[in-house]
């Protein structure tokens, strides 16, 4: 099960520090991916991490502005948002994939995460 948590209305410029706690996986298996929404587009991926190794990957235009980051001790996912623009306005889901040789490869794909989260709306304004 997945929770996320942290999203709010925030100005231009501004940083939210959005949470992804999870309960009951095994999570030395996995990876957590975060993805967002905006009404009328499709799931977009954002940056992801592996539990075991702590390994990162980031979708085009995230990387320098956000940070995806763990807490083992949590079993918590962080996404660190900085320098937030009014295109970021969304709502940000993470979920959960298991970490095969495909995962690399296919990380940036909603399909090979199985298990999602509810969301937290993000909010962007002047």
């Known amino acids: 099960q997945l929770q996320a948590s942290g999203g709010g209305l925030v100005q231009v410029g501004g940083s939210l520090r959005l949470s992804c706690a999870a309960s009951?996986?095994?999570?030395?298996?996995?990876?957590v991916g975060w993805f967002r929404q905006a009404p009328g587009t499709e799931r977009v991926f954002v940056a992801a991490?592996?539990?075991?190794?702590?390994?990162?990957y980031y979708g085009r235009s995230m990387k320098g502005r956000f940070t995806v980051s763990k807490d083992n001790a949590e079993s918590t996912v962080y996404l660190q948002t900085d320098s937030l623009r009014y295109e970021d306005t969304a709502i940000y889901y993470c979920?959960?994939?298991?970490?095969?040789?495909?995962?690399?490869?296919?990380?940036?794909?909603?399909?090979?995460?199985?298990?999602w989260g509810q969301g937290t709306l993000v909010t962007v304004s002047s």
């Open positions: 979920a959960a994939g298991l970490f095969t040789i495909d995962y690399t490869s296919n990380h940036y794909s909603p399909a090979v995460y199985e298990y």
């Open positions: 991490i592996t539990w075991n190794s702590g390994r990162t």
């Open positions: 009951g996986l095994d999570s030395s298996k996995y990876a």
